[in-house]
């Protein structure tokens, strides 16, 4: 009897832990490794995407435009909220588990063999699906930083830069210079650059590195199907790349195509609105100060205020000072870190649920977070 093929979570996390930043490993060398083990087919543009925030919403974005154009279009984003597959699609398709674990199981021992992290031997996993299916252009989201991320192992054709701020410092360096230093290193090598408007001191150090980089200007988007102000500079920056691409002659593209399915695009986990009962619950993944000032300007047209605002952190995150911050937008604001901080935010909020069936809330935390409200709620809608 043929044995049933693990699921590649479970042989994923034989290789490290997936939580952000605790399964990286800085260099090129293993993610090279692996790559000498698998399907090779170079596409027709290879686009690398850095930043501390947006970079998700930026390269779903611009894949739906491009996807828009009639090209097939490779995306690879991490994490992901409910299935491993989401990190790598197809025209916005995710990979289909069998193929995953075709790859997997013979991709596995070298992994080992090379002591590849998680996120090394997912990036080569997904570089292997996109050969598979022969697709025009991949776009790849760094993970940490740009220098040494498993993204910046192979050349690139474009990069582009969402807005920088402090995370990651651990591995990036605690000053916002050290960090712009490290995510510049998405531009080695790549024909076009373009940045969404920074700082005055990330943009010195960008302009340092390539002193030809774009900045892209933040459009008015009279609509967005991603709800925030702050999406507007992640569309403008798609926008631009897709810009770029055609003046260059390298893609055929009806503008007006690619800027209504940049409006029309989904990004889970960003700002999504839930309804349990006759409650609206607001989820984002906004886990750090700068993305949580990211979305300040939009809170008061969700919810004014919330009635309570549910903010969640690992154990070696704190977000403790930005909760003055949320405080003008909430009845309350309530603060969880530490073992709290991962795996309480069900219980409180249908704490809260219970006390105010009728209310508006958000809940800020990691993807692990957004994750356990989302299957929670899909089980209750089961029941």
């Known amino acids: 009897m043929t044995e049933k093929p693990h699921s590649i979570e479970r042989w994923l996390t034989e290789l490290g832990n997936p939580s952000a930043d605790r399964d990286y ?49 490779g995306l690879y984003t991490s994490p992901h909220i409910l299935e491993f597959n989401e990190r ?122 390539k002193p030809q980089l774009v900045t892209a200007n933040t459009m008015n988007w009279p609509y967005l199907a991603v709800a925030g102000e702050h999406q507007h500079i992640n569309a ?46 607001w989820l984002d993944a906004a886990h750090n100060r700068h993305a949580i000032e990211a979305i300040l300007p939009s809170l008061a047209s969700l919810a004014d205020p919330f009635d309570a605002i549910l903010v969640f952190t690992r154990e070696d995150r704190s977000l403790a000072d930005e909760i003055a911050l949320l405080e003008p937008y909430g009845k309350q604001v309530i603060y969880k870190s530490g073992a709290a901080g991962e795996g309480q935010s069900i219980s409180l909020l249908h704490q809260q649920l219970a006390a105010q069936p009728n209310g508006s809330f958000l809940l800020l935390g990691s993807f692990i977070t957004v994750a356990e409200i989302l299957l929670d709620l899909a089980q209750r809608q089961t029941r």
Not at 238 to 255: E, F, M, N, P, W
Not at 261 to 279: F, M, S, T, Y
């Open 88 to 209: 790598i699609r197809i025209n916005g398709v995710p990979a289909e588990t069998e193929k995953l674990q075709q790859s997997m199981q013979r991709l596995m021992p070298e992994a080992l063999a090379a002591g590849a992290s998680y996120f090394e031997t997912a990036t080569a996993l997904a570089l292997e699906q996109f050969a598979l299916e022969k697709v025009d252009v991949e776009i790849l989201e760094a993970g940490v930083g740009a220098r040494l991320d498993a993204t910046t192992a192979i050349p690139a054709d474009m990069a582009l830069i969402t807005p920088i701020g402090l995370d990651h410092q651990a591995w990036l360096g605690d000053s916002i210079v050290a960090i712009a230093e490290e995510k510049s290193f998405v531009m080695q090598g790549c024909r076009f650059s373009i940045t969404a408007q920074q700082s005055p001191e990330v943009s010195r150090v960008l302009d340092t590195f």
């Open 236 to 281: 403008s920056l798609a926008y631009a790349a897709v810009k770029t691409l055609r003046q260059a002659g390298l893609i055929s593209c009806d503008l007006n195509k690619a800027k209504a399915a940049i409006a029309d695009c989904k990004v889970p986990g960003r700002l999504e609105k839930i309804n349990i009962g006759q409650a609206s619950v």
């Open 25 to 73: 490993k800085p260099g090129h060398e293993r993610v090279r490794q692996l790559l000498s083990h698998i399907h090779n087919h170079q596409p027709g543009l290879r686009i690398r995407i850095a930043g501390t925030n947006g970079k998700g919403s930026t390269s779903t974005m611009l894949a739906a435009a491009l996807q828009s154009c009639g090209l097939k279009v």
